[in-house]
């Protein structure tokens, strides 16, 4: 069974700073490409960040400069450092995984609420 357990949410105030975890059991995240979404009420999934399989980054507009997303091969754990949260910043985050040997597979976390303030 894949399990995506997120951790590291909260609220802080705007200019502060969260690190999100996403810990990965049942696939190999060294090898899968990774990635973080997020969805604030009434609006839209959207993709913050990826980590593909050879090591590229892609954030969305929006976070450039200001989030990075990592992996712990040793850990099988995803990462995002979010700094200098803006309140259009606040939605719950996902973890997602796609399994590069099943075709059409995808794993998501179940979600953690991150809230900035101004």
């Known amino acids: 069974q894949v399990q995506l357990v997120e951790s590291g949410g909260g609220s802080v105030q705007a200019g502060e700073s969260l690190k999100l975890a996403c810990r990965g059991t049942g696939i190999i995240f060294s090898i899968n490409p990774l990635a973080w979404y997020r969805q604030a009420p009434g609006k839209q999934r959207e993709l913050v960040a990826s980590?593909?399989?050879?090591?590229?980054?892609n954030y969305t507009d929006a976070v450039k400069g200001r989030f990075t997303i990592s992996r712990d091969n040793g850990r099988n754990t995803l990462y995002l450092q979010m700094n200098d949260l803006k309140p259009e910043d606040s939605a719950v985050y996902y973890c997602?995984?796609?399994?590069?040997?099943?075709?059409?597979?995808?794993?998501w976390g179940q979600g953690i609420q991150v809230t900035v303030s101004s």
């Open positions: 997602n995984v796609r399994d590069k040997f099943e075709v059409g597979s995808s794993y």
């Open positions: 980590l593909i399989t050879n090591k590229r980054t």
